[in-house]
């Protein structure tokens, strides 16, 4: 009896642990398009990886990168975060209206144990345009006859709502698109977790970039189903340990 209750408990623990079995998986590739802008003047590039808008006052429009992780492939050793890739914002002094949001959707593929997979999802970004109107002071040497009204040899502070004013991004939602996919025995799904460090928005001084990371997790949402012997087995086990119970009481 002792060696059937040890042999169930090792089929237990066999089928619970395959989880554990689970990693290494290696991420193989990462695209991404931006994609339903609102908003915003001259837009161009949607359906690519780059999105620029504004008309430029001499050093370009502003806009969106997004650059996958590499080098690939890169491998997933667990449910934890990982990097996918970054987005990059461009911020430069543009007239014309700027969007106000835009999606970015992106498309992951995975190998492992012998199996190819894929998966895909979308980030939706909100984005603050802010016009250069920040007040600024500047200042002259004021000369003139006190009489009319005017100094002389006088510092005479000047304020004018001209000074730049940092862009805003940040994140509305994202969700996933595409269905579980499998690897060996194993079932998978994608969640987008967001900006890494638990950002949740982000600021771009003028004529200035920033790059923020991506991060994405896998988790395994399926145990494998256990092979119908196995099945039997446990079956028979359960009813052996029940009748040694039964002759144990009488």
């Known amino acids: 009896m002792k060696m059937l209750a040890k042999a169930l408990v090792a089929t237990a623990t066999a089928l619970t642990a395959s989880v554990a079995f689970a990693f290494p998986v290696n991420l193989t590739s990462v695209s991404g398009s931006f994609e339903n802008a609102v908003g915003g003047s001259n837009v161009n590039g949607e359906g690519t990886s780059q999105i620029r808008w504004g008309y430029s006052s001499g050093a370009g429009q502003s806009g969106y990168n ?75 040497w004021c000369l003139g006859i006190p009489f009319f009204g005017l100094c002389l040899g006088k510092w005479q502070d000047i304020v004018s709502n001209s000074g730049d004013v940092d862009d805003q991004i940040w994140i509305l939602d994202e969700y996933v698109t595409s269905t579980d996919f499998q690897l060996g025995n194993n079932l998978y799904s994608l969640d987008l977790l967001g900006f890494e460090g638990d950002l949740e928005t982000f600021l771009t001084a003028e004529n200035a970039i920033t790059s923020v990371n991506l991060l994405a997790r896998l988790n395994v949402t399926e145990l494998p189903v256990p092979e119908p012997g196995t099945m039997a087995l446990l079956g028979l086990g359960l009813l052996g340990l029940g009748a040694a119970r039964k002759r144990a009481r009488q």
Do not use: C, W
């Not at 802010?130 to 500047?138: F, L, M, Q, Y």
């Open 66 to 140: 997004f650059n996958g992780t590499s080098p690939l492939p890169q491998t997933i050793l667990d449910s934890d975060a990982f990097v996918l890739g970054s987005l990059t914002h461009i911020n430069k002094p543009v007239t014309g209206d700027g969007i106000t949001g835009v999606d970015l959707a992106v498309n992951l593929g995975f190998d492992g144990f012998g199996d190819n997979g894929s998966s895909s999802g979308t980030f939706v970004f909100a984005h603050d345009e802010t016009p250069n109107t920040a007040p600024e002071v500047t200042g002259q």
